[in-house]
Every structure is written in C-alpha cells, then in structure tokens.
C-alpha cells in the first residue's frame, strides 16, 4: 500500500537524520559531550544512522530513504515511476521532521554556540573549497559508488535483476558501512551528502526553526546536493546493472 511506503521511508528517512544530523551536532555544538571528536566520529555516526535507518523501513519499502536512490532505480525500469512521489514525498516529510528533532535535542547549545556556519554544519552540506564544477563531480562520483554498493550488495544477497531489499539479512549493516567508507575516502570536499533529501530537508528545517544567531540557509550551493547525487546516482545503478 501507498501509506506503508510513505510511512517506511518517512520513518526511515527520520532516523538517519535524526542520528545523522544529531552526531554532527554532538561535535560541533558548544559545550556538547563530543564537541570537537572529529571527522572519525561523524562518519560513524552517519554510517551507524544509515543502517538504522535501513533497518527501520528496509522490509516495508525496500529503504530507500534517498530520492537519488528511488530515482536511480526507476530510471533502470526497477521501480514503477508512479510509486516515486510517495518514496520522495516520505524521505522529505522524514529528513524535515528529524531535523527539528536534533533542534530540540541540542535546544541548550544552539545560543552558546557562536558560529552560525556551525549551526547551519548540522542541518546541511557545504563545500571545503567552493567550485561549483569541482563539487557537482564530487557528489556525482560519491553517489556513483553508493549506487553501485547497493547493487554489489544486493548481488550477495541474491537480488541482482531487480530493486534490492535493503532490510535482507545484514544488508542494512553493509549499507552503513557502504556509506561509512564513502565519507572516509569522499567525502571531504563537500561533506557527501549522496542524498537530496538528507541535504535540502535539513535546510529547509535550518531556514525555518528559530535558531538564534543561525546565518542564511545557503540556497546558492543547495541545488549542488540536489541535482548531482540524482546524477550520480542513476549513472551507478545503470553501470551496475550493465555490470550484471
């Protein structure tokens, strides 16, 4: 059913960002517990929040929890296109409600913490160095690989022909560690977000909570986290698919 979809990957969705986006808080936020862990712990934190996330939804809606992910697949005829808005409407409605939830998680650190850079950090992407051509590439090749990761771990599950069911055995756990290794090795020009919906919900939740002394959303750079990672994407499911 619609709703099932809808409500998987909005719970889903709400999950990696929930932890996601709340571990970038607990290192970035003034006078959190983990202020200042670093980049090790980011990136296990969103590896752990992936996998969470897939396991939440994996065996209701396939967990998708990324429109790259759900466009990929229906570009390559695995998913019917008219099952997409329902996918991308419950990562959306997801990405937005965990957003707010780190807001009232972290309510006591957002005034103390003085760069707004930091506060907008947790909710959404930015380039280390900003080129629009460089960093488009980067979340192309980024999303690329986790497209093709998906599929190689599908394939050791035995679903090579169609949409995998990411909730199948310990396919969630690769899935984190897929997204573990991307950040590691990829991610530092523009923090991977591989994930238009973990990116723009976010920011859309930055732009409207009441965060004091937050900055502009940064709309300038938002269509990069966007378009590039639906790119890449659908490229990495295409090769993958010729691959198999």
Do not use: C
Not at 23 to 47: F, H, P, Q, R, Y
Not at 129 to 146: C, D, K, S
């Amino acid at each position: 059913m619609e709703s099932n979809l809808f409500l998987a990957e909005m719970i889903g969705t709400m999950i990696l960002i929930l932890l996601g986006d709340g571990v970038v808080a607990n290192v970035l936020l003034k006078d959190s517990k983990g202020e200042s862990a670093g980049w090790i712990v980011i990136t296990t934190g969103w590896a752990f929040a992936v996998a969470m996330g897939v396991f939440a939804a994996g065996v209701y809606s396939g967990a998708h929890i990324n429109p790259a992910v759900t466009i990929a697949f229906a570009v390559g005829g695995d998913l019917s296109w008219g099952d997409v808005p329902v996918y991308i409407l419950g990562q959306f409605a997801g990405a937005i409600i965990g957003a707010i939830l780190v807001w009232l998680a972290y309510y006591n650190h957002w005034g103390a913490t003085d760069n707004p850079d930091l506060k907008l950090a947790v909710f959404s992407t930015a380039p280390a160095r900003r080129n629009t051509g460089a960093n488009f590439i980067t979340e192309v090749i980024g999303t690329f690989m986790l497209l093709v990761g998906i599929g190689a771990i599908s394939n050791t599950f035995g679903q090579v022909s169609s949409a995998p069911d990411l909730g199948v055995g310990l396919s969630p756990f690769m899935v984190g560690v897929l997204v573990w290794a991307i950040g590691l090795s990829l991610g530092g020009p523009t923090g991977y977000a591989i994930n238009p919906a973990r990116d723009l919900g976010p920011r859309i939740a930055h732009a409207i909570l009441p965060i004091p002394g937050k900055r502009d959303s940064d709309w300038g750079y938002a269509w990069i986290p966007v378009v590039a990672p639906i790119v890449g994407g659908i490229l990495g499911w295409l090769v993958w698919e010729a691959i198999v």
